[in-house]
């Protein structure tokens, strides 16, 4: 059947894209901003993005989702459906966790939690996503389930800050709780995926289990020709821009932006976004996806030369909007192309754990790395911190370069 964004399916993917954004923006700006009212350093700012790593490792617990039934009697809903099912309950009271935190220590904590819910809850969603809509399908299911995962983003972010003035952080947090648990009605609604006829089952003692679980869809991967390049782009493609966003809310705090400003940007973003993922589908129709990759990737790095001039200009609210405009418009073409992209490149015998080992090596950088940002800053100043980050994109475009004119059909999967 194909889709439409008339369709159950399409409001059943917008809702799960929802269901995804939500938790991780709780971890990013909005953590982030309440630590910087909390009065915290920005090195310790910084460290904040050691939280991902529960996003970066995610491949290592995938294949427990490919291949152990759901738990607490949830096997009944299916793989995917019972999965999912099981970790809302961890969400939210994580997040509830969150919004009755007193200090820095405690958010850290709460945070770790939520992230590595939400990066459970991912494998499973995006396993869903792959199984259940067909080829000629994936790109608009990824644009819509990115069209959801936005809005969340705008909700816990911007939304959140807003609410705060008014009814404080803890009341503001508990709302978030609340709008997570609406995932589960959404998970309900949505119809289980059959089991690839490929699938692997997995034989022998618990240590084979293991290695075959986790092993095989990596050995599978690097097999292919030009396999181990596609993964290094893959490490590197985001680099520079997860890098950038990690300083953001310090950077509006230095530049002397209030609470209520910086709440403003999130309509920008989430317009430009949205009009990107849009633009996204038609550049990659154009160009092709490997083309649109290197087209898209050179001009969101182009555009962070955007925090570099806003780095230099205290107190310009329109500039501060006119840069958030402008590099989620192109960010979001960028995330179409990329994670269309990732979506190829899975094998059916192995969709969640591939799928969660690319997007893993997609933001490891910036969860390792990146936890060293404030401490860049103290050392290069904010204007010297974004060139730098600037700078750290060119690597991954011209491995691109090489990839499409080497193998260009690298990394493809072959069932």
């Known amino acids: 059947m194909t889709l439409t964004l008339r369709s159950r399916r399409a409001w059943i993917m917008a809702g799960l894209g929802f269901a995804s954004g939500l938790p991780l923006m709780l971890t990013i700006t909005t953590l982030r901003q309440f630590l910087v009212e909390l009065g915290t350093p920005v090195a310790v700012i910084g460290l904040s993005a050691n939280i991902g790593l529960a996003y970066t490792f995610k491949f290592l617990w995938s294949p ?12 009944r809903f299916g793989r995917r459906r019972g999965w999912l099912l099981a970790v809302q309950p961890i969400l939210v009271l994580a997040i509830a966790a969150l919004a009755f935190s007193t200090s820095a220590l405690h958010a850290f904590i709460a945070a770790s939690l939520i992230a590595l819910a939400s990066a459970t809850q991912d ?7 792959i199984e259940s809509f067909g080829a000629d399908d994936q790109g608009l299911a990824t644009a819509i389930y990115v069209w959801g995962y936005r809005i969340a983003m705008l909700v816990a972010s911007g939304g959140v800050l807003g609410m705060v003035g ?21 998970i309900l609604a949505a119809s289980e995926p059959p089991l690839p006829a490929t699938r692997h089952r997995l034989e022998g003692a618990a240590m084979e289990r293991l290695q075959q679980a986790v092993m095989a869809p990596l050995r599978e991967f690097i097999a292919r020709p030009g396999g181990v390049l596609v993964l290094c782009f893959v490490l590197l493609f985001n680099l520079g821009e997860n890098t950038a966003g990690i300083m953001l809310t ?3 705090r230095f530049l002397g932006f209030s609470r209520d400003i910086v709440a403003g940007t999130s309509i920008f973003s989430l317009g430009g976004t949205l009009a990107g993922l849009a633009a996204g589908g038609v550049v990659v129709a154009r160009l092709g996806l490997r083309r649109a990759l290197v087209a898209t990737g050179f001009a969101q790095t182009c555009a ?11 107190g310009q609210v329109d500039l501060l ?5 402008i590099e989620a418009l192109v960010q979001g073409v960028a995330t179409a192309s990329f994670l269309a992209y990732l979506s190829s490149l899975c094998a059916s015998a192995f969709t969640a754990t591939q799928y969660a080992l690319l997007t893993s090596l997609a933001v490891v950088a910036a969860h390792t790395l990146g936890g060293f940002s404030g401490y860049a800053v103290d ?3 904010f204007p010297g911190f974004y060139t730098l ?9 011209t491995l691109m370069l090489v990839i499409l004119r080497r193998f260009p059909e690298a990394g493809v999967a072959r069932d």
């Open 389 to 397: 980050a600037m700078g750290a994109a060119f690597p991954a475009m």
């Open 123 to 129: 494998i499973a969603i995006d396993a869903w996503r």
């Open 250 to 252: 310090p950077l509006y």
């Open 304 to 314: 962070m030369a955007m925090y570099v001039w806003l780095a230099g200009s205290p």
């Open 321 to 325: 909007y006119a840069t958030v405009l």
């Open 379 to 381: 050392a290069l100043g």
């Open 166 to 186: 008014v009814i404080g952080w803890t009341w503001a947090l508990l709302a978030m709780a609340v709008l997570a648990s609406l995932a589960v009605p959404t």
């Open 64 to 75: 427990v989702l490919d291949h152990a039934a759901p738990p607490f009697g949830l096997a």
